[in-house]
Nanobody
């Protein structure tokens, strides 16, 4: 089975940092996209950051310069370091993956078919 298990998250004050991790198992893909999406109450799910099998990354404008997505192929994990957190970052964060080749990994949630269980991130002012 394809399984994505998330860890990390939590509650911090504005300006603080958190680290999210996503451990993947049950598959071996040469070409893939993985990413982080988030959804706050009353808002649509939005893409945050993506990374492909080449290590190419994309970020939403709202997190550029603050968040860093990375991967560790030896551990088959994807992580996202979140710095300078603001209350607007408060959301449920989801790890996602899809097999395939893209010019750039899509930031649209409907492109991904494997998902983690979700991790809450709360940033207080």
């Amino acid at each position: 089975q394809v399984q994505l298990v998330q860890s990390g998250g939590g509650s911090v004050q504005s300006g603080g940092s958190l680290r999210l991790s996503c451990a993947a198992s049950g598959y071996t893909w040469n070409n893939y996209c993985m990413g982080w999406f988030r959804q706050a109450p009353g808002k649509e799910r939005e893409g945050v950051a993506t990374i492909d099998n080449y290590g190419r990354t994309t970020y939403s404008d709202s997190v550029k310069g603050r968040f860093t997505i990375s991967r560790d192929n030896a551990k088959n994990t994807m992580t996202m370091q979140m710095n300078s957190l603001i209350p607007g970052d408060t959301a449920m964060y989801y790890c996602a993956a899809v097999r395939g080749t893209y010019y750039y990994c899509p930031m649209k949630s409907d492109a991904y078919n494997y998902w983690g269980q979700g991790t809450q991130v709360t940033v207080s002012s």
